[in-house]
T-cell receptor
Framework: AQKVTQAQTEISVVEKEDVTLDCVYE???????LFWYKQPPSGELVFLIR??????QNEISGRYSWNFQKSTSSFNFTITASQVVDSAVYFC???????????FGGGTRVLVKP | ETGVTQTPRHLVMGMTNKKSLKCEQH?????MYWYKQSAKKPLELMFV???????ENNSVPSRFSPECPNSSHLFLHLHTLQPEDSALYLC??????????????FGPGTRLLVL
């Protein structure tokens, strides 16, 4: 069985602070994919990143960066210099390479105050 | 239009009503999904369709009836719902369910309230 845990339910920061969201996963599969999605108040889940389990290179996209560590089964997400528009719920998710079932974590609500 | 669209965005219905949710994807994908998002619960996969065929029913009560007439459209027919069915219903699509591990792209959701 697969499981994704996002231990932080809510994080509150002041604009321009950095914020790191933790994601820890469990799977018996050797090949899998990890995802991060953003859900703003409007409700839509916005795709942010997909990472193959064989690719442990960290990735940076603008103010977003991801740290994948297979040894600790973690796929953490950092927002640098946060902005009010970053306020949303962020979900980490896992899918096995041969599967279609996306297993989501419980989500972390990020509140960025001006 | 681009992406995944859902209508209506908001719906209020009584327990004896019959209503339908509609999802349309403009991404050329072949797999479509229905998810339920309740307060304080993780996102739950309800149904999966691949090339118009239902490939997954995640023990969903029969008061929810999906329909996929083609790869671009997905419906969720609702009847005799319960108040606990109030939730955000999200539709998603991906390139091909059989390829595995594909990115799912989501619509804006229908926020349903059952009175």
């Amino acid at each position: 069985a697969q499981k994704v845990t996002q231990a932080q339910t809510e994080i509150s920061v002041v604009e321009k602070e950095d914020v790191t969201l933790d994601c820890v996963y469990e799977t018996r599969d050797t090949t899998y994919y990890l995802f991060w999605y953003k859900q703003p108040p409007s409700g839509e889940l916005v795709f942010l990143i997909r990472r193959n389990s064989f690719d442990e290179q960290n990735e940076i996209s603008g103010r977003y960066s991801w740290n994948f560590q297979k040894s600790t089964s973690s796929f953490n997400f950092t927002i640098t210099a946060s902005q009010v528009v970053d306020s949303a719920v962020y979900f980490c998710a896992l899918i096995k390479a041969a599967g279609n079932k996306l297993t989501f974590g419980g989500g972390t609500r990020v509140l960025v105050k001006p | 239009e681009t992406g995944v669209t859902q209508t209506p965005r908001h719906l209020v219905m009584g327990m004896t009503n019959k209503k339908s949710l509609k999802c349309e994807q403009h991404l050329g994908h072949n797999a479509m999904y229905w998810y339920k998002q309740s307060a304080k619960k993780p996102l739950e996969l309800m149904f999966v369709y691949n090339f118009k065929e239902q490939t997954e029913n995640n023990s969903v009560p029969s008061r929810f009836s999906p329909e996929c007439p083609n790869s671009s459209h997905l419906f969720l027919h609702l009847h005799t719902l319960q108040p606990e069915d109030s939730a955000l219903y999200l539709c998603a699509s991906s390139q091909d369910r059989n390829r595995g591990g594909e990115t799912q792209y989501f619509g804006p959701g229908t926020r349903l309230l059952v009175l």
